[in-house]
């Protein structure tokens, strides 16, 4: 098949890394893939490294010159689908392959659990327009179906899948050293992207609270750095935190952890970072938001907490520390479960079922 993926974000995350491995991997298996988007977006800088054809178009934003270039593609190149992800992009895809007269479906993956509208034209976007509609999650999938009442038939859940092979355990002390981490503190991280919703300030509040001994490193980059550099200085705790920005490869990073921490509040689908410390072994803390609770069982294969309160947070990050049976049992049935049920080569099953039923329609 030959699938074009639209992206208008400029921005740097779980669903830009999703669309780039997706297609990596089904070009593998012969597809071919194309990504559309901004010129100036991290995306198209980053396609060239994972080996993904990208194409830069002026996306970015819901305007006439927008509409006009995507439809000069498409009028151009023949696709089997059009695989769209963010709101911007939708619409001009949509508009544009209505005004070709439909030449090609157009698949809606809808990536985050914040509730879509339910005004007529957002009904039409997505049951109308779109032939199919992939969501990241059950929760999420679920969310359409009962809240906006659309056709549970045409909605498939197909979560981020990752490389199971690749994302497991290591030799922790081999990793602290190479970290330059202390072998005698606690050291928790979290892998995200900078944003408000990840919740980088409740994991400051609660690391403020727990003793001393416990540190923190934050992998990742985004629109809030500055703000948590300021709340860093503001409660003193500068000797304990490393911020250590974007990595391509966060591997290392997660092996040199004892505690993975993800106190998201809002607008997760199932996040891959989370699934990544699962799969290296790590005892995880997150919260129940999105589609989170599909991995992360209390008790079972994490210990989950109230989003935004901090006390709850560091009261289960200090279980962890002081309990090494439970990070040990944690940590090995997480990674049991998302072996099972998160592999990169299911997504990439699905997704091949999902982008031919949508070409057959």
């Known amino acids: 098949m030959r699938i074009a993926h639209t992206e208008s974000s400029l921005g740097w995350g779980g669903q830009e890394i999703r669309i780039l491995s997706e297609s990596q991997g089904l070009m593998r298996r012969g597809h071919e893939a194309t990504v559309l988007c901004p010129g100036e977006s991290r995306l198209h800088a980053e396609a060239a490294k994972w080996g993904v054809?990208?194409?830069?178009?002026?996306?970015?934003?819901?305007?006439l010159a927008s509409l006009r270039a995507l439809t000069d593609w498409f009028r151009g190149h023949r696709y089997d689908v059009v695989n769209t992800h963010s709101s911007t992009d939708s619409w001009l895809a949509a508009l544009a392959l209505l005004r070709l007269g439909r030449p090609f479906p157009l698949v809606r993956t809808r990536h985050i659990s914040a509730p879509v509208s339910r005004d007529p034209l957002t009904r039409w976007l997505y049951t109308r327009a779109a032939a199919r509609i992939v969501t990241t999650g059950e929760a999420l999938r679920r969310e359409l179906v009962e809240r906006n009442r659309f056709p549970a038939a045409r909605i498939e859940s197909v979560p981020t899948g990752v490389d199971a092979g690749r994302f497991r355990p290591g030799e922790r002390a081999a990793a602290r050293v190479?970290?330059?981490?202390?072998?005698?503190?606690?050291?928790?991280?979290?892998?995200?992207?900078?944003?408000?919703?990840?919740?980088?300030?409740?994991?400051?509040?609660?690391?403020?609270?727990?003793?001393?001994?416990?540190?923190?490193?934050?992998?990742?980059?985004?629109?809030?750095?500055e703000a948590l550099e300021k709340q860093i200085a503001r409660l003193g705790l500068s000797m304990r935190v490393r911020m250590?920005?974007?990595?391509?490869?966060?591997?290392?990073?997660?092996?040199?952890?004892?505690?993975?921490?993800?106190?998201?509040?809002?607008?997760?689908?199932?996040?891959?970072?989370l699934v990544q410390a699962m799969l290296v072994g790590l005892p995880c803390v997150t919260t129940a938001a999105g589609s989170i609770p599909e991995i992360a069982e209390h008790e079972r294969t994490a210990l989950v907490v109230p989003p935004e309160d901090p006390p709850a947070l560091a009261a289960a990050i200090e279980r962890l520390a002081r309990d090494a049976g439970l990070r040990r049992e944690l940590g090995e049935a997480a990674r049991k479960h998302c072996v099972e049920n998160y592999s990169y080569e299911r997504m990439l099953d699905r997704m091949e079922v999902v982008y031919r039923d949508a070409a057959q329609r």
Do not use: C, M
Request: charged share 20%; hydrophobic share 45%; net charge positive.
């Open 53 to 63: 054809p990208v194409v830069a178009l002026p996306i970015g934003k819901k305007r």
């Open 178 to 225: 190479r970290a330059g981490q202390p072998p005698d503190r606690v050291l928790v991280g979290i892998v995200a992207t900078l944003r408000s919703w990840k919740g980088h300030r409740h994991l400051l509040e609660a690391l403020k609270i727990l003793p001393e001994t416990v540190d923190l490193a934050i992998v990742g980059d985004g629109p809030q750095r």
């Open 244 to 273: 250590l920005g974007h990595h391509d490869d966060v591997l290392p990073w997660l092996r040199a952890l004892d505690v993975f921490a993800l106190p998201s509040y809002a607008n997760e689908g199932v996040p891959q970072a």
